[in-house]
C-alpha cells in the first residue's frame, strides 16, 4: 500500500527521473538513506517499471502523430493474435490499444508528414492480418500531453 510520501516520491520521478537521490530526498523530506530504501522498494514492488528518456518528436524528424482505428474481420483469438503480432513489428506505431465500442483497435502512430504516412500505411498498415477497415485521423496539434499518473 503506497503512503502519502510514497505518492511524493513517485510524482516527483514522474516529472524529473534523473534527479539525485540528494535531491529527491530533499524535495520529499526524507533523509537520503530513508528516500533510497523507498526507492528500491517501489522498484522491487514494480510501482516504477523503468527509467526512459522522452524524446522530442521534431527533432528526431517525426512531428506527425496519426490516430487509427483498426476493424477486423472476426474477434476470434486467432484473428487478434495474429493482428496483435502484426503490429508490433511496426516501428512507427507507438501504442496500440484493444478498444471496446466502434473500432477493434486504435494505433498511435508517428510520421514525418503526410507522405511519409502513406508510406507506413501502404508498407505495414494495409498488410496487417485481419483488418477490414481503417480511418486514419491527423492531430492538428497537441493541447496536452503527459507521461505521469496521477499519484
Given at each position: ?10 510524482g ?6 534523473r ?15 530513508a ?25 528526431l ?38 478498444m471496446?465500442g ?9 510520421a ?21 477497415g ?5 492531430a ?12
Amino acid at each position: 500500500m503506497l503512503d502519502s510520501i510514497d505518492r511524493k516520491l513517485l510524482g516527483a520521478l514522474q516529472k524529473r527521473g534523473r534527479m539525485s537521490n540528494a535531491e529527491l530526498s530533499e524535495q520529499v523530506n526524507l533523509s537520503p538513506s530513508a528516500c533510497h530504501r523507498r526507492v528500491q522498494r517501489l522498484e522491487a514492488e514494480g510501482y516504477i517499471r523503468d527509467y526512459v528518456a522522452l524524446l522530442d518528436p521534431r527533432k528526431l524528424g517525426v512531428p506527425t502523430t496519426v490516430f487509427v482505428e483498426i476493424t477486423l474481420s472476426g474477434q476470434a483469438d486467432e484473428v487478434l493474435d495474429a493482428f496483435e503480432k502484426g503490429v508490433r513489428r511496426i516501428p512507427d506505431v507507438l501504442e496500440c490499444h484493444l478498444m471496446a465500442g466502434t473500432a477493434d483497435y486504435l494505433l498511435k502512430v508517428v510520421a514525418e508528414d503526410t507522405e511519409d504516412f502513406a508510406r507506413i500505411h501502404r508498407q505495414y498498415l494495409a498488410r496487417l492480418p485481419g483488418v477490414q477497415g481503417m480511418q486514419s485521423s491527423f492531430a492538428l496539434r497537441t493541447v496536452s500531453k503527459t507521461t505521469a499518473l496521477p499519484v
